[in-house]
């Protein structure tokens, strides 16, 4: 018997002004690295968002591990999100904060309230060190002293220092030079398979996605147009599909020239 999945999305629709999900449907599985894409503005963003419950569906439903988010039990939600760290795009710290307070701030309050000090120091403390930074260098740092890539390990940090078992990655290499992109990417393959968490990643870097994820599926007009293998992805006949690959080739290109 096939495992049940640990996310699946149910005919998902969500309108803001205009459509934007128009029934997905779509499984991610147990411990695999599954990645994201599509053209921006398709709802990647707030499809991510539906599974913590930040956005909710106007129809359809999102399980986690077989618990219905929107027509299940009450307090699902509180439940599900303390399973799910969620690293957002532009790293999203708070600027008043020091990385220290930023990092703690990924505890569920309930258990934050129930820690000791020294546990939740211990917490951030092993966070930091796990995404490479010195928690010695930046924990009384704020975040505006840090270098794009640095923010990006700090809010990273703050999603895995609860020990979730899904972690949501939105465009966590956005606006990173190739250098940092490639670092983060090799940090994010690391942290899944140490923490041993189910992964979805949101990224345009569609050639480092390739080489890291087991599944791909792309989102387009609202819907799933492709979910399989990244070798599947590269040869699919669909012609969306190819024009969405061509691009993301010649962009790869354009990055290799740039960094000559
Ligand atoms: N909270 C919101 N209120 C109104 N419109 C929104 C909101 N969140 C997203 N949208 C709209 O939904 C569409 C998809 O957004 P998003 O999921 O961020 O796209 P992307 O695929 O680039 O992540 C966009 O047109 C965006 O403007
Ligand atoms: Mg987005």
Redesign the pocket.
Known sequence: MKPAPVIRYLDTH?S???P?LSGVNLEIHEGEMFALF????????????TTIGL?VPDRGDVEVRGESLYHGARGILDTVRKQVGYVF?YAALFDSMTVYDNVEMGLPEDRLRRMPKTEVARAVWDALELVNLDPREVMSVLPAELSGGMKKRVGIARAIVGRPRILLW??PTTGLDPVNTAAIERLIRRLSRELRVTSVL?THDVEGALWMCGRVAM?EGGSIRFCGTPDEFQTEADPVVRAFVDRAAAEAALDVVEMS
Not at 38 to 49: A, D
């Open positions: 969500k803001f002004k205009r934007v599509g053209p921006s503005g398709t709802g990647k963003s707030v499809l991510l968002k956005v795009q939105d465009e949101v989102l």
